[in-house]
């Protein structure tokens, strides 16, 4: 099977049996996807029949991709109950076939997607988004060079889904995590043995994680990505590098959360994402040959900095993510940028000229990597073929002016992108509906539970 688009690589069968004669212990194969909200879903085929998934596909319905964090299909534009919930032909990527070397059995897994117009467009699938999105640079004869990096929380296990998180207690110290110890090499000691099964994990998985450090909150740390121009697989690798994750620390009996903030006093959860532009002799378009600002970078900061509010809801899309956006804690409030300064949104890390990027900081960690990534690269392209101007850099405390622009939660963000005719020009006027009129049932579903503070500030009354 061939993909419509030429960057999407569906694997073969001779991919499937290279795989079968090289680890001939292997009893199941599942097949996933990582949906709307980050969450991995799929279906367990037994390795006798796993072939067939290399030749017809599987059957999938679409509205897989169309669930809100509950889980629940809340039937957005008419798709998923009130048209039957029809299925989708899914297709295995090529290179995802991996080894689960955290499960208990011999079990392997491969990244699904959707290829299939028999009933809908295959855009329903935010990889497919993206792969549109960078084909648009093809034009410009540019090519990309992303990485992502990703925080998280370890936090001790609950015993069920309404507890409230406590950090994670040390199993060299027998002391839960406390204070805030940036960078510090005891906390990395304390949960070595996780780490190095993290880093293990994703060799074994061909995810490129580098650096580890310990963050701004007790419990918290953060795992880099190399950088690639595989655009796909980086925001692959991003989703999948959060399953390792949550893997590992159920393995090492803790949980481990990508919510952006899960605790109200402590720093929040980030996913940035680190771009980097090169022309047909492999040049950094964002420095002169003298390692000075280019015109290119200019405009590309300026094209994120005008599409920032339009896809504000892909950034921090739960109620849960606007916590984060708080002043004095190296978290945007505005669309500012600058270079080694932590308080903007587009921050340019110091580096030789080969490496100058941008660092976008806007995202939360939960955020789907596929439509962040598709968003940063619409700004870009936009902000390169129409010169938009950037504004002054900053050098002070970007976070003591707080936009009054920007979305405040969730309702105002899908307003913006409802209204976006940029975001509908670079993402599709079909998917924007759909994910506006998804977000806002989840909201409303939400907004249908009674909370703890309900109860205790009403229920004497």
């Not at 999938?60 to 919930?85: E, H, K």
């Not at 925080?151 to 409230?164: G, P, Q």
């Not at 605790?263 to 378009?285: C, K, P, T, W």
């Not at 976070?399 to 409802?418: G, H, V």
Request: charged share 25%; hydrophobic share 35%.
């Amino acid at each position: 099977m061939t993909s419509k688009n030429k960057k999407v690589l569906i694997a073969t069968v001779d991919e499937f049996n290279s795989f079968k004669d090289k680890n001939p212990q292997i009893k199941y194969i599942d097949a996933i996807l990582s949906d709307l909200s980050g969450i991995i879903r799929g279906k367990r085929l037994p390795i006798e029949e796993a072939h067939k998934l290399f030749i017809t596909g599987v059957q999938f319905c679409y509205s897989t991709f169309l669930l809100d964090t509950s889980g629940y299909c809340p039937d957005a534009n008419g798709r998923g109950i009130a048209d039957g919930d029809p299925d989708a032909n899914y297709y295995p990527v090529s290179n995802t076939l991996k080894i689960m070397p955290w499960h208990k059995d011999e079990l392997a897994q491969v990244l699904i997607t959707i290829q299939d117009d028999s009933r809908y467009d295959s855009t329903v699938d935010p990889r497919n988004l993206l792969a549109h999105v960078w084909d648009r640079f093809e034009g410009l004869k540019l090519k990309i060079k992303v990485a992502f990096e990703l925080e998280f929380y370890l936090i001790a296990r609950r015993k069920n889904l309404s507890e409230k998180p406590i950090p994670a207690s040390s199993k060299r110290t027998g002391k839960q995590s406390e204070g805030t110890q940036v960078y510090s090499m005891s906390d990395l000691d304390d949960f070595y043995e996780f780490l190095e099964d993290v880093n293990e994990y994703c060799k074994i998985q061909n995810i490129p994680a580098s650096t580890a450090s310990s963050e701004f909150a007790p419990g918290q740390f953060e795992i880099n990505l190399n950088y690639t121009d595989n655009i796909l697989k980086a925001a692959d690798d991003a989703s999948l590098l959060r399953r390792v994750i949550k893997e590992t620390a159920i393995k090492h009996e803790y949980e481990a959360t990508f919510l952006s903030k899960p605790f109200l006093n402590e720093a929040g959860s980030g996913m940035h994402v680190h771009i980097s532009l090169f022309d047909q002799n492999n040049e950094n378009i964002f420095c002169d040959k003298d390692g000075n600002d280019s015109k290119e970078l200019f405009y590309a900061i300026g094209g994120l900095q005008n599409i920032m509010f339009d896809s504000f809801a892909f950034f921090a899309s739960n109620e849960n993510a606007y916590r984060r956006f708080e002043p004095d804690i190296f978290v945007p409030v505005n669309t500012s940028w600058g270079h080694n300064n932590r308080s903007v949104a587009f921050r340019i890390p110091v580096s030789n000229n080969k490496a100058k990027r941008i660092e976008h900081r806007v995202a939360g960690a939960e955020a789907n990597s596929y439509l962040v990534l598709a968003s940063i690269l619409s700004g870009i392209e936009d902000g390169l073929i129409n010169k938009l101007k950037a504004s002054n850099p900053r050098e002070d405390n970007a976070c003591k002016d707080p936009d009054p622009r920007m979305p405040k939660n969730i309702d105002q963000a899908l307003l913006m992108l409802e209204s976006s005719v940029l975001m509908k020009k670079y993402l599709t006027e079909e998917y924007i509906k759909v994910f506006v009129e998804l977000k806002r049932k989840e909201q409303d579903s939400f907004r249908g539970e009674i909370s703890d503070i309900e109860y205790k500030w009403y229920l004497n009354l």
